[in-house]
C-alpha cells in the first residue's frame, strides 16, 4: 500500500475512534482528550500497517499540533501559503519517496576525482535537486558537461538562476525515468533506498560499458560496488560506485577499475 494512502487510512482511523470513545462517554471534557485519544489511534493504526517508523511520530504530532495552531488562531491563509511552498519544494515526494536533501561540497569534489581526467565526460544528476553537486562540480570539471534533471518546481528553477552563469551545466525540469541515460559516462543518484532497485535495473539497460552508477547514501541492495568512497564531511557520506554496463578497457574509456 503506498504510504501515503496509509498515512490517510491511519488518520480516518484515529477519528472514528476518537468520535466513538466520544459519543460512549468515557472521555473527560474538553477537546485535549479527544486529541490525545485521537493521536494514539492513529498511530495505533499507522503500526498496525507497518508504516515506516517517522510515520508514527508524525501521526503522534499531527492532531495536537492541528489543534494547538487552532488556539493560536493563525489566518487561514498562512496555511495555505505554507502548503504552497512546500508543495513547491517537495512536489511528487509523497509518492516517490525522494524527499529533497542537498549533497555538500566535498561529496562534489569526491566525486569530481571519479571522473576520468584525461578526457571530458558527460554527467547525469538524477533529481539534481538545487544543483548543489552540479554547480562545484562544473566549476572543478570546466571541460565537463553537467546535466540534471528536477521534477520539483522551485528546486529547479533555483537551480536554473544559480547555475546561469555555468556554461557546462545544463538542468532540465522532468521525469530522469523518462529520458535515456546511454549518453553518460556517469550518473550520480541521491535519492532514498526506494528507486534503488530500479536505478539499477535501468542504469544496466542504459549505461554503456565503463560508465558509472554513483549513488550517494543509498546502495542497491544485493549487489557489491566495485568502488566505495568515504568522503571526509560531518555526516560521513559514502559513495556506492557500480559499473552497470560493465567495466571498459582503460584506453577506450579512462575510467578504471578499483
Ligand atoms: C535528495 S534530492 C538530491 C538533490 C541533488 N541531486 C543533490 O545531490 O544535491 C533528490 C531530488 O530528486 C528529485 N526527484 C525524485 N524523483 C524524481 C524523478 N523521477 N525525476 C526527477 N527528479 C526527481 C526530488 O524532487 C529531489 O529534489
Given amino acids: 500500500m503506498p504510504p501515503a494512502l496509509k498515512a490517510l487510512l491511519a488518520q480516518l482511523a484515529g477519528c472514528v475512534v476518537a468520535f466513538v470513545a466520544a459519543r460512549s462517554g468515557v472521555l473527560p471534557a474538553g477537546i485535549w482528550p479527544l486529541v490525545a485519544v485521537q493521536a494514539a489511534a492513529a498511530t495505533g493504526t499507522a503500526i498496525a500497517l507497518k508504516s515506516a517508523p517517522w510515520w508514527r511520530w508524525i501521526h503522534l504530532g499531527f492532531t495536537p499540533l492541528v489543534a494547538g495552531a ?9 496555511y495555505l501559503a505554507a502548503f504552497v511552498a512546500f508543495a513547491l519544494f517537495y512536489w511528487s515526494s509523497f509518492r516517490t519517496q525522494v524527499p529533497l536533501f542537498l549533497s555538500n561540497r566535498h561529496t562534489a569534489e569526491a566525486v569530481a576525482k571519479l571522473l576520468p581526467r584525461d578526457h571530458p ?4 544528476d538524477l533529481g539534481s535537486g538545487t544543483g548543489s553537486l552540479l554547480r562545484p562540480l562544473a566549476r572543478l570539471r570546466p571541460d565537463c558537461r553537467c546535466e540534471g534533471m528536477e521534477s520539483a518546481p522551485a528546486p529547479y528553477a533555483l537551480s536554473l538562476w544559480l547555475s546561469r552563469r555555468q556554461p557546462n551545466i545544463s538542468v532540465a525540469r522532468g521525469d530522469f525515468w523518462q529520458i535515456s541515460w ?3 559516462d556517469l550518473v550520480y543518484a541521491f535519492l532514498s533506498p526506494v528507486p534503488m532497485p530500479e536505478v539499477w535495473r535501468k542504469a544496466c539497460a542504459e549505461l554503456q560499458p565503463g560508465a558509472l552508477l554513483v549513488s550517494n547514501s543509498f546502495p542497491v541492495e544485493g549487489i557489491e560496488p566495485y568502488k566505495v ?5 560531518r555526516r560521513r557520506t ?3 560506485c557500480y559499473l552497470p554496463g560493465g567495466p571498459k578497457p582503460l584506453a577506450k574509456k579512462g575510467i578504471r577499475r578499483a
Wanted: hydrophobic fraction near 55%; charge should be negative; avoid cysteine.
Fill in 70 to 78: 487552532l488556539l493560536l488562531q493563525i489566518a487561514p491563509g498562512w
Fill in 229 to 233: 568512497v568515504d568522503v571526509d564531511d
Fill in 121 to 124: 565526460t558527460m554527467l547525469l
Fill in 182 to 184: 546511454a549518453d553518460y
Fill in 238 to 240: 559514502r559513495l556506492y
